[in-house]
């Protein structure tokens, strides 16, 4: 990984965090995002603290359609030679029955998790098949693998995560460029705080009585998908705790 090139949206915290902390120790070089700077200024400048490598940093929202052009055409030449996307951004608002959902909390997910994701890799494709070489790496959901109760739209976003994976792969099948959908499934972050609009306390039992993957987890496959030799293309991971079996079904101790 040593000084390859590796772009990250929602890298303040969580799965994207652990990314960067994760490909920044094998020497790879940082472009992070994120709508909170401040957070985002925190987490590189210990990253480069640790591992001392070059880090770009950007206030972004990926739903922000002329900002993500913006910062990617304008990203310094030598930096324009992305060899890995991570599309972290995104997550959950929301878990309750279709009619009685919040349709601004639907708003939100689908333009985070689809139209963000679809603004980055349009706008990152073309660079790396310039280049001749890149790998998008998604961080879907095993939401997006089958629906679950109280989830429509969540789910619905995550399964438009992976059969635009599928896309981007059969299009770019005759480029050297790879695509990956990580589909995890428990992963303790503050994504159910997120979810459950801040109440901490709904959020604590998702993870009750089962040990949850870390954002570590996630991160370390993802590196491992990134790892394999330039002819392997890991197209899907599913991946749960020991305990899951699907999103319904965990056994809790
Ligand atoms: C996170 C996993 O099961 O809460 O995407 O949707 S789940």
Not at 27 to 38: E, P, V
Not at 133 to 150: C, D, E, F, T
Not at 184 to 190: Q, R
Not at 230 to 239: F, N, S, W
Request: charged residues 25%; glycine residues 8%; proline residues 3%.
């Amino acid at each position: 990984m040593r000084n390859k090139i590796i772009f990250i949206s929602g890298a303040n915290s969580g799965i994207g965090k652990a990314c960067a902390e994760k490909f920044a120790e094998s020497g790879a070089k940082l472009i992070l995002c994120s709508r909170d700077i401040n957070k985002l200024i925190k987490v590189a400048d210990g990253i480069n603290k640790k591992h001392k490598t070059e880090i770009l940093t950007y206030k972004l929202d990926v739903r922000d359609r002329e900002k993500v052009s913006t910062v990617i055409s304008e990203l310094p030449k030598k930096w324009q030679k992305i060899d890995i996307l991570i599309n972290n951004a995104g997550g959950a608002l929301g878990l309750e029955k279709f009619q009685d959902g919040n349709i601004d909390d639907w708003d939100e997910m689908i333009d985070s998790n689809v139209k963000g994701l679809l603004y980055l890799s349009r706008n990152i494709l073309p660079l790396m098949i310039k280049n001749g070489k890149g790998h998008v790496i998604n961080i879907g959901s095993i939401a997006g693998v089958a629906a679950y109760p109280n989830g429509a739209v969540y789910c619905g976003v995550k399964a438009a995560v992976r059969l635009i994976s599928d896309g981007i792969r059969l299009d770019t099948v005759d480029t050297p460029v790879r695509v990956t959908n990580i589909q995890p499934g428990l992963v303790e972050t503050n994504f159910s705080v997120v979810r459950f609009h801040g109440d901490k306390e709904r959020a604590k039992k998702v993870y009750q009585n089962i040990k949850a993957l870390t954002a570590e987890d996630i991160a370390d496959l993802v590196f491992y998908s990134a790892s394999v030799p330039a002819h392997v293309q890991i197209c899907e991971v599913t991946v749960t705790p020991a305990a899951q079996a699907s999103a319904t079904v965990v056994h809790r101790k």
